[in-house]
């Protein structure tokens, strides 16, 4: 019929795939080799900035000094002194769904190790950033280059921290199905349960050393 656009009647023919299924199986394949990769050289690449942030870009990026553990004073014990366990560098800070990446800068291969985020709080003083556990144990200490910075990162440790919470409680529940994430959140996920292994040991604290000594049984009488 005049004016009628010809179409293909050849047998066989296939209708041509949608975009949107041409975008979700280039996004998996970015990601399965990316998963390659950091298998095959056992977590140093494959895990990049510009892998991890994805289409949809982290949930936080920035730049900080980073140190394993405190006082339980809070801010008392963050940095205080001096000595080999401060550190003198920033390194480059990634949060994308609830978990924290350390890096050695935005050009390193893969992070140096990753925290977890879900149960963990937070305090701010200006520039500086207590994360800490459920318990009120000091796990981390970050100091940013402005107090703006700092808040940002605060809320977007709060904001993660509960939606990791929450998909703790659906998972428990039998609910796995109802979790509906981003293929960049679900490979930063994986990446993050393998890097937190790498976190830094815990310093030994004076309190510990005191827990450690045996108690003279008389002493109590």
Do not use: W
């Not at 991890?52 to 339980?72: C, D, H, M, P, Q």
């Not at 993050?192 to 000594?213: E, L």
């Amino acid at each position: 019929m005049a004016g009628e656009t010809p179409q293909d009647t050849r047998a066989g023919s296939a209708p041509a795939p949608k975009k949107g299924g041409r975008r979700t199986s280039r996004k998996s394949s970015i990601f399965a080799r990316a998963r390659m990769s950091f298998a095959r050289t056992h977590g140093q690449r494959g895990a990049d900035v510009d892998t991890l942030r994805g289409t949809s870009g982290a949930n936080y990026e920035g730049e900080a000094k980073v140190k394993r553990g405190g006082s339980n004073n809070g801010f008392c014990g963050c940095f205080a002194g001096s000595g080999d366990g401060e550190p003198k560098k920033d390194r480059y800070i990634l949060i994308k769904g609830a978990a924290c990446f350390v890096f050695f800068d935005e050009e390193a291969p893969s992070p140096k190790y990753a925290i977890m985020l879900a149960h963990m709080k937070t305090e701010v003083d200006d520039s500086r950033v207590v994360l800490e556990s459920a318990l009120g144990d000091v796990d981390y200490c970050f100091v940013f280059k402005n107090a703006e910075e700092a808040q940002k990162f605060a809320s977007a440790v709060a904001e993660q921290a509960a939606i990791g919470e929450a998909e703790e409680v659906k998972k428990r529940l039998g609910h796995d199905h109802l979790l509906k994430k981003r293929s960049s959140v679900k490979y930063a996920q994986s990446i993050a349960a393998k890097k937190a292994k790498d976190q830094p040991d815990q310093p030994i604290t004076a309190a510990d050393v005191m827990a450690a000594v045996p108690v003279d049984p008389l002493t109590n009488i």
